[in-house]
Structures are given as C-alpha cells and as structure tokens.
Nanobody, 122 residues
C-alpha cells in the first residue's frame, strides 16, 4: 500500500481546505491518522479514525474545525479543515496503521504519504 496526500495550498485565515489521501491498495479496516509538522517542531497528530470509521480523534487545537473521514470503497481518506488559523501552517501527512485501532504516536504508523504543505496567511 502507498499513500498519496494532496490538497494543500495557501489560504487566508478563516478559509478552508480539504486534504485527500489516496491509497494504492485496500485500506479497509486499517486506522488512518493525519499528522502535521511545522518547521523546527515535532510531528504531531491532528486527527485519526478507526478502520471502520466509527471512532475519530481530534487534537484539542483542531477540535470543532477539522473533520476526518474515509471512503473505504475509494480507498481515500480526507481531512476537511475549516476556520484555518496561521498556527495551522505545517506540512500535513497521512499515515496508515496495520490495525483497526488508531494511536496518537507517529511511530506506531506503518505507511506514510509524502506530505502536503498547508500555509495559512494572517
């Protein structure tokens, strides 16, 4: 399985973006996480979703603004980002874990996409 993230770009504060993560193989029942890494900072989890899509996690900093979802029939995962803030600026990565359950630790994920840059201007 390979992951391809897309959808990043430059947006003004308050704007929206939708990130997509397309998988080359089946992702059914595997947990997915979206992480981000700003320059000089660690890679932190933004959101995660269980393999069946029933359970999702959001970091406090994005709760109420971001929505993670998945379309297992299309092997594609999404991160809808609304009310974007300058502090959301980072490279965003999607990652897959060979388990139906997500974790918050980036080193527990098995496959990573290449990252997509999100820049929010003030």
């Amino acid at each position: 399985v390979q992951l391809q993230a897309s959808g990043g770009g430059l947006v003004q504060a308050g704007g929206s973006l939708r990130l997509s993560c397309a998988a080359s193989g089946r992702t059914f029942l595997y947990a997915i996480g979206w992480f981000r890494q700003a320059p000089g900072k660690e890679r932190d989890i933004v959101a995660a979703i269980s393999g069946n899509g029933a359970i999702a996690y959001y970091a406090d900093s994005v709760k109420g603004r971001f929505t993670i979802s998945r379309d297992n029939a299309k092997n594609t995962m999404y991160l809808q980002m609304n009310s974007l803030k300058p502090e959301d600026t980072a490279v965003y990565y999607c990652a897959l874990r060979f388990s139906r359950w997500y974790t918050l630790e980036h080193d527990q994920y098995d496959i990573w996409g290449q990252g997509t840059q999100v820049t929010v201007s003030s």
